[in-house]
């Protein structure tokens, strides 16, 4: 296997949108960051050095990092900062893995600014299991801000509010042309005719699940979260903070210029946010000026299209990508999902934005948790996160005073034993809750095998799980007023962080843990923390 080394220096840098400069936080003066391409089977080695006076931290979102949390990067669960002129070498296998994944600071609202592709190619002579495309593009959706993120956050919380909006959606970091100076900020891809392209589509977006589709073409998802899928045919996907999906797509069409098109999902939300980001799509040699139309994108709270597409997503299951979905489960979870109000003397009106799981608010601790559990620090955090709610009630009615936040001393973790199998059913709730929560789970994929609107039936939702060809991700949406639930088997030790992948909800404490242990062959432990990893 292959060692690839990748310098990463974080630094600021000017950069102008919607007719409108700022300084951001850049990785190699980038914006979105550098691609990195790598081999199944091979290592890498990526450098991150900090000339921004933020603190930083990078996560590589799918990456599986077994046994190895500290190459993680999520700040104060796997590693502390990387300060102002410090560096840390993220060391990673990326074994048993290949397809689309992407990376982005792990710390506050960075992400907003610092993110980028990962493309892992299968291993040589390893085709991939549909036919081999001609070209491929990476696609990263993302979102604008024209202030300064942290002064936005910042104005929200001191007004016990959801900050301000982005101002707009992005593809490759350009908003296209229905925004301010489209003529410098629009996204370009170029198709020849009668070629086969991959487009490997990312959505770093901070809060915002989109619809995407391109005029005049139809899509075959093969992949998402660089999982292989059953090929099927769309004219639109849907796709939520920290997913990827890789789409086959051919040109087939009277060679012309076309859009390619993301707008948010609102779900149950109100319809506040219909703002389209616009790449173009130009085939070769065309001299053609004729302004395109917008793909037809499922409307904005088009609840039905989203459930519809999901429920085409399923595992290749193939002898050779079989579908390893836990038949028998060792350990049931059940999380209820709230969002809420809680009293904050220091916000103007006297009130603050928060959220939970099973009641429980996450308290951000100060030191790593990982570094706490690996040497057996005590009073860092407890393993007592319940594995159901307080009390059982009716999560989508009108039931509000069951449901409050509690905010504890230390971090509340679950503990799981080693290779243990779980299940862990996500319940969303009425509380102020009106858009899909797209959850995500570090160190491990996992097997979706339900989901449903309403209450969670224990006794005959189970019936109708898939237990043959769930789609496997790192990243799944739970519906609003609506619950899912996802297997893994609990094979890779160490702390790993599980959280809503929208950054106002993860703010808002919208997060959780699990300290899965040690198992008792020695391959089966946490691997020792490597020597740079940045102090507390
Ligand atoms: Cu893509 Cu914990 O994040």
Same mark, same amino acid.
């Given at each position: 296997?292959?060692?690839?080394?990748?310098?990463?220096?974080?630094?600021?840098?000017?950069?102008?949108?919607?007719? &409108?400069?700022?300084?951001?936080?850049?990785?190699?003066?980038?914006? @979105?960051?550098?691609?990195?391409?790598?081999?199944?089977?091979?290592?890498?080695?990526?450098?991150?050095?900090?000339?921004?006076?933020?603190?930083?931290?990078?996560? =590589?979102?799918?990456?599986?990092?077994?046994?190895?949390?500290?190459?993680?990067?999520?700040?104060?669960?796997?590693?502390?900062?990387?300060?102002?002129?410090?560096?840390?070498?993220?060391?990673?296998?990326?074994?048993?893995?290949? %397809?689309?994944?992407? =990376?982005?600071?792990?710390?506050? =609202?960075?992400?907003?600014?610092?993110?980028?592709?990962?493309?892992?190619?299968?291993?040589?002579?390893?085709?991939?299991?549909?036919?081999?495309?001609?070209?491929?593009?990476?696609?990263?959706?993302?979102? =604008?801000?024209?202030?300064?993120?942290?002064?936005?956050?910042?104005?929200?919380?001191?007004?016990?509010?959801?900050?301000?909006?982005?101002?707009? &959606?992005?593809?490759?970091?350009? #908003? %296209?042309?229905?925004?301010?100076? #489209?003529?410098?900020?629009?996204?370009?891809?170029?198709?020849?005719?009668?070629?086969?392209?991959?487009?490997?589509?990312?959505?770093?977006?901070?809060?915002?699940?989109?619809?995407?589709?391109?005029?005049?073409? *139809?899509?075959? /998802?093969?992949?998402?979260?660089?999982?292989?899928?059953?090929?099927?045919?769309?004219? *639109?996907?849907?796709?939520?903070?920290?997913?990827?999906?890789?789409?086959?797509?051919?040109?087939?069409?009277?060679?012309?210029?076309?859009?390619?098109?993301?707008?948010?999902?609102?779900?149950? %939300?109100?319809?506040?946010?219909?703002?389209?980001?616009?790449?173009?799509?130009?085939?070769?040699?065309?001299?053609?000026?004729?302004?395109? *139309?917008?793909?037809?994108? #499922?409307?904005?709270?088009?609840?039905?299209?989203?459930?519809?597409?999901?429920?085409?997503?399923?595992?290749?299951?193939?002898?050779?990508?079989?579908?390893?979905?836990?038949?028998?489960?060792?350990?049931?979870?059940?999380?209820?999902?709230? $969002?809420?109000?809680?009293?904050?003397?220091?916000?103007?009106?006297?009130?603050?934005?928060?959220?939970?799981?099973?009641?429980?608010?996450?308290?951000?601790?100060? /030191?790593?948790?990982?570094?706490?559990?690996?040497?057996?620090?005590?009073?860092?955090?407890?393993?007592?996160?319940?594995?159901?709610?307080?009390?059982?009630?009716?999560?989508?009615?009108?039931?509000?005073?069951? $449901?409050?936040?509690?905010?504890?001393?230390?971090?509340?973790?679950?503990?799981?034993?080693?290779?243990?199998?779980?299940?862990?059913?996500?319940?969303?709730?009425? $509380?102020? *809750?009106?858009?899909?929560? @797209?959850? &995500?789970?570090?160190?491990?994929?996992?097997?979706?095998?339900?989901?449903?609107?309403?209450?969670?039936?224990?006794?005959?939702?189970?019936?109708?799980?898939?237990?043959?060809?769930?789609?496997?991700?790192?990243?799944?949406?739970? @519906?609003?007023?609506?619950?899912?639930?996802?297997?893994?088997?609990?094979?890779?030790?160490?702390?790993?962080?599980?959280?809503?992948? $929208?950054?106002?909800?993860?703010?808002?404490?919208?997060?959780?843990?699990?300290?899965?242990?040690?198992?008792?062959?020695?391959?089966?432990?946490?691997?020792? #923390?490597?020597?740079?990893?940045?102090?507390?």
């Amino acid at each position: 296997a292959a060692v690839k080394t990748y310098q990463f220096d974080v630094q600021v840098k000017n950069v102008s949108r919607l007719c &409108h400069a700022k300084p951001i936080v850049t990785v190699n003066g980038m914006f @979105p960051g550098p691609t990195i391409y790598v081999r199944e089977g091979d290592r890498l080695l990526i450098n991150v050095t900090n000339h921004a006076h933020y603190n930083m931290s990078i996560h =590589w979102h799918g990456l599986k990092q077994y046994r190895n949390g500290w190459a993680d990067g999520p700040a104060y669960i796997t590693q502390c900062p990387v300060q102002t002129e410090q560096s840390y070498t993220y060391d990673i296998n990326v074994t048993g893995q290949r %397809g689309t994944l992407w =990376w982005h600071a792990h710390i506050f =609202w960075l992400r907003a600014t610092v993110y980028g592709a990962i493309v892992i190619m299968p291993k040589q002579g390893s085709p991939y299991p549909f036919p081999q495309p001609d070209f491929e593009f990476n696609l990263l959706l993302g979102e =604008w801000w024209n202030d300064d993120v942290e002064e936005v956050v910042k104005q929200g919380n001191k007004l016990g509010l959801p900050p301000k909006m982005s101002d707009a &959606h992005t593809i490759n970091g350009k #908003p %296209g042309p229905l925004f301010p100076c #489209p003529e410098k900020h629009t996204h370009a891809i170029e198709f020849e005719q009668g070629k086969t392209y991959l487009l490997r589509i990312i959505n770093a977006a901070l809060n915002d699940e989109l619809f995407f589709a391109i005029s005049g073409h *139809s899509m075959t /998802v093969v992949e998402a979260d660089a999982v292989y899928t059953k090929p099927f045919s769309t004219e *639109s996907i849907l796709i939520a903070p920290g997913q990827t999906t890789n789409v086959v797509i051919r040109a087939n069409q009277v060679p012309g210029r076309y859009f390619i098109a993301a707008r948010p999902f609102m779900d149950a %939300g109100l319809p506040i946010d219909n703002r389209t980001a616009i790449a173009i799509l130009q085939y070769k040699g065309i001299q053609n000026t004729v302004i395109p *139309s917008l793909p037809q994108l #499922p409307a904005l709270n088009d609840t039905s299209s989203a459930l519809n597409y999901n429920s085409k997503l399923r595992s290749l299951n193939s002898p050779q990508f079989p579908c390893n979905v836990p038949l028998k489960v060792d350990r049931r979870l059940f999380y209820t999902i709230g $969002l809420g109000v809680n009293p904050c003397p220091t916000c103007q009106n006297g009130t603050q934005l928060t959220a939970s799981l099973n009641n429980i608010t996450f308290v951000m601790p100060h /030191v790593g948790l990982l570094q706490a559990h690996y040497s057996s620090v005590k009073g860092v955090f407890t393993t007592d996160f319940p594995d159901r709610p307080p009390t059982p009630f009716n999560y989508t009615g009108a039931t509000f005073t069951n $449901l409050q936040t509690t905010q504890s001393q230390l971090p509340r973790l679950s503990k799981i034993a080693f290779n243990s199998t779980v299940e862990l059913v996500l319940q969303d709730t009425n $509380l102020l *809750s009106v858009e899909s929560h @797209p959850f &995500h789970l570090h160190g491990y994929n996992f097997y979706v095998v339900g989901t449903g609107v309403g209450n969670f039936d224990s006794k005959k939702d189970p019936a109708k799980f898939n237990l043959v060809d769930p789609p496997e991700r790192n990243t799944v949406g739970v @519906p609003t007023g609506g619950w899912t639930a996802i297997r893994f088997r609990a094979d890779n030790p160490g702390v790993w962080f599980m959280h809503c992948h $929208l950054e106002l909800h993860t703010g808002w404490g919208l997060k959780t843990a699990f300290v899965v242990e040690d198992g008792p062959h020695p391959d089966h432990t946490v691997l020792p #923390p490597p020597k740079d990893l940045p102090p507390c």
